[in-house]
């Protein structure tokens, strides 16, 4: 027997409150480590707080693709750890594994057929990097880039993105640049953040929604209108975006997270006058969902992990520590205490 810690979801916000670290709690069980055939013993090293989880806090997701969290139960995500004990022919002590459905707990006994082995090349030894950049928020920014961005080199576009110092958004600005936009302006929460964007990652130039007239801002840094909109955040600024967008534009419908502690459809309806915008300018605004397009995402982790490597992209991290600290981070998280992907480390 092992004593393990694990998180469990003691209550839900509400579909209309505020997630508070308190919906979480810590408690230790015991973890009978003997093994049956097939299942292996992982030790967690890091586990992912992504904002869809807001919509497993709630008791009906809204998604089919998505279950929810039962209360009292351990909680589940994206998570990276080591094969500790094995009687899985595929895998051995000290592989490196991960999952989409990793359960908050310092160790898990679990059958390893539910989980991917990792080359740890793959992301120069930077484990953490497989739940961002060189994960499912990379292929997001990758892939909604490629699919709905039309990008076209050479034709001096302008892009925007919202939430762009997060995990998603930091990437797709560097990947509209790498693939041939012109200009590449940033959204984002405080002058830390747009200072990082640009002196760090490349960005032409960043706007911080929480201080003056966005509007005004947005015209400033971007004197030819907007072709493309990476939407991260969706409500009020999104609005502001669309009504600068040039005819013919086109807007990657990634997310809504200033809605997603609202009692809303997705995606959340629009105004009427931001829904005329879209059509007098013949502006397309296709969802976009990654896990719609699991036949590129083996190439599209080589093409991110090669750009990681040379140093094309850079990724950006907030690390908290300690397994105790998973409803501080994803909280957090949910409000902007993040510059690029949050992450939790659970052990060396
Ligand atoms: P981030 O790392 O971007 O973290 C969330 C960020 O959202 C915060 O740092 C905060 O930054 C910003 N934010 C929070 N509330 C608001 C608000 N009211 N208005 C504006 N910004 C806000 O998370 P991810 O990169 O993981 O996810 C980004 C988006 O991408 C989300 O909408 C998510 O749902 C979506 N997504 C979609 C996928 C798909 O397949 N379509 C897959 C993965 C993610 P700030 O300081 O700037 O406010």
């Known amino acids: 027997m092992l004593t393990v810690q694990r998180v469990v979801l003691s209550s839900r916000p509400g ?36 904002p869809y989880m807001r919509c497993r806090m709630n008791d009906d997701t809204g998604a089919d693709y998505l279950l929810p969290w039962r209360l009292e139960e351990c909680v589940d995500g994206g998570g990276v750890g080591v ?18 459905n990793w359960h908050w707990k ?32 990379g292929l997001t920014a990758l892939l909604g880039v490629r699919e709905k961005g039309h990008v076209t080199p050479g034709a001096g576009q302008t892009m925007v993105v919202s939430g762009a110092a997060g995990a998603c958004g930091s990437l797709a600005g560097q990947i509209a640049r790498l693939d041939g936009c012109e200009r590449v302006v940033g959204i984002c929460g405080s002058d830390e953040k747009c200072q990082s964007l640009v002196s760090e990652l490349g ?26 909109y990476f939407d991260n955040v969706g409500g009020a600024i999104s609005d502001t975006v669309i009504s600068q967008m040039n005819s013919g534009g086109h807007v990657i419908l990634c997310g809504q997270i200033s809605q997603y502690n609202k009692d809303l459809p997705y995606p959340p309806p629009l105004s009427d006058e931001t829904q005329e915008a879209l059509c007098s300018k013949n502006i397309t605004r296709e969802r976009f969902m990654v896990l719609n397009y699991m036949e590129k995402h083996e190439e599209g982790l080589l093409q991110l992990s090669h750009w990681v ?15 105790e600290n998973m409803g501080v981070a994803f909280c957090s998280m949910m409000t902007g205490g993040n510059i690029g992907k949050q992450i939790v480390k659970i052990s060396d």
Do not use: W
């Open 15 to 50: 579909k209309n409150g505020s997630p508070v670290p308190e919906n979480f709690r810590v408690e230790e069980t015991s973890l009978a480590t003997d093994l049956k055939q097939g299942e292996v013993l992982v030790r967690t090293l890091y586990l992912s707080v992504d």
């Open 309 to 323: 490597k040379i140093g094309q992209i850079k990724l950006l991290e907030t690390i908290v520590n300690g397994i």
């Open 106 to 137: 310092t160790h898990s006994v679990i059958d390893g057929n539910l989980l991917q082995k990792v080359d740890p090349r793959m992301v120069d030894g930077h484990l953490s990097y497989v739940l961002g950049g060189v994960g499912m928020p």
């Open 83 to 100: 094969v500790e004990a094995s009687k899985n022919e595929a895998m051995a002590v000290g592989d490196i594994v991960t999952s989409f």
């Open 203 to 228: 960005f032409t130039a960043a706007v911080n929604y929480k201080k003056g007239d966005i509007s005004t801002a947005l015209r400033e840094v971007c004197p030819s209108g907007v072709d493309i």
